[in-house]
């Protein structure tokens, strides 16, 4: 599954996610693309609901709790700009079990 260019970070990686090389690094791309869109949303929303920019401790909760589902979207739809829509789907569900304390089925 490796070579032995590849770096040591990237083989691991491809060992937990059971992916190649490039799909680590369009992996690492998605995550990247879908962080900067969040901070970029931030602030027109914060904005919008809030005078001046100026935000309440019950705004800022409530924008904490509601940007985990917000996350969630834009990262399935950047995977499947990038055709790793298969990855995050199985990703989110995985997180989720782990937020729901399900634990993961054995045969």
């Known amino acids: 599954m490796t070579n032995s260019k590849t770096p ?15 799909q680590v690094f369009i992996i690492l791309l998605v995550f990247a693309c879908t962080g900067f869109t969040v901070m970029f949303l931030k602030k027109p929303i914060v904005s ?20 985990l589902p917000v996350y969630n979207l834009i990262l399935l739809i950047y995977g499947a700009i990038f055709g790793q829509f298969k990855f995050f789907w199985e990703f989110e569900k995985k997180m989720l079990n782990r937020i729901l304390g399900k634990k993961k089925k054995t045969a």
Do not use: H
């Open 8 to 22: 040591n970070w990237v083989a691991k990686l491809q060992k937990r996610w059971g992916v190649s090389a490039s």
């Open 48 to 67: 919008f609901f809030t005078e001046g920019g100026e935000k309440s401790l019950l705004f800022s909760i409530i924008y904490y709790i509601l940007i």
